[in-house]
């Protein structure tokens, strides 16, 4: 780390509820030579709040290379630069990550603050499993990567949170009722904010009754892994049988039904040694 450099902060701000900014957020932003935002007019009233008084320029999705360069001058010449997004953490579903590996290729020092964020609340409420879960922020627009994309998570048992468009909140529905089969989801809708809601339903309940979901507003879509206890021994045994009548080794076998259920292979591999 060169120590004649400047920090690069990443500072969360709100996602809805103006208080949900730290102490340490609001001091920093008072301190830093400039504030790289997404949108200027809309952090401009977040600052005026604060009576932060920095100097903010753009830094957004579609500049985000070109102004690296920018951001890297003021670093290397001795002054801390704080980003800031719309809403909630840069760098989560938001730009940031190209300024942070260019800063961390020049040895400058990355320091993220922790704050807002829209999927921890979210999660923290849905009751879910919350030991391992899986972010997938937006899922890509296009259909192939998509798809792909939720069978590839198919199978796990662990709690996915999605951010969708309110817009495409019914087809994304439709999406996971394909891909993952029905479960049940937790919607938070307008956290921290005076509409905040929270839907507790399943994909079938949904996607028979949309009229039950205000689709105004921002969501987290945040949805129960997937259940493979529920298969029984007895079906994992008929399902190594099948591979095994076809002349697959065992651990072939064990294999392919991991691939198909998902289910742990030492408990697939105990079920074909109980067979012998
Ligand atoms: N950087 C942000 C974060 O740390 O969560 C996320 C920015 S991303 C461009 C915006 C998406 O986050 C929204 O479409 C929505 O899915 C989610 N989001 C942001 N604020 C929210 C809120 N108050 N309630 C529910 N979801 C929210």
Do not use: C, W
Request: avoid cysteine; charged fraction near 30%; charge should be positive.
């Amino acid at each position: 780390m060169n120590k004649k450099h400047g920090t690069l902060y990443i500072v969360p701000t709100p996602i809805g509820n103006l208080e949900d900014i730290t102490l340490r957020a609001v001091k920093i932003l008072k301190s830093v030579s400039v504030i790289g935002a997404e949108d200027t007019r809309n952090s401009g009233n977040l600052l005026k709040h604060y009576e932060i008084k920095t100097l903010l320029f753009s830094y957004h999705k579609f500049n985000e290379r070109a102004r690296v360069e920018k951001i890297l001058r003021y670093l290397e010449n001795g002054e801390d630069v704080a980003l800031i997004s719309d809403a909630g953490t840069p760098g989560i579903s938001d730009p940031a990550q190209v300024i942070i590996r260019e800063a961390i290729k020049n040895e400058i020092k990355v320091e993220t603050l922790p704050g807002a964020t829209a999927f921890i609340p979210a999660l923290v409420s849905s009751g879910f499993n919350t030991k391992r879960f899986y972010f997938l922020g937006f899922l890509p627009t296009k259909k192939s990567e998509k798809e792909q994309l939720l069978k590839s998570v198919s199978k796990i048992e662990d709690t996915l949170i999605f951010y969708e468009a309110p817009h495409r909140l019914m087809k994304f529905f439709q999406s996971l009722k394909t891909f993952l089969g029905n479960r049940k989801v937790v919607i938070a809708r307008e956290l921290s904010k005076m509409f905040e809601t929270y839907y507790r339903l399943t994909i079938d309940e949904i996607l028979s009754s949309p009229e039950k979901l205000i689709l105004k507003g921002e969501f987290v879509i945040v949805v129960e892994g997937a259940k493979t206890e529920a298969v029984s021994d007895e079906e994992i045994g008929k399902l190594l049988d099948k591979f095994l009548k076809r002349n697959f080794s065992v651990k072939a076998a064990v294999e392919k039904v991991r691939e198909i259920t998902g289910i742990p292979k030492n408990r697939i591999y105990k079920i074909a040694l109980s067979k012998k």
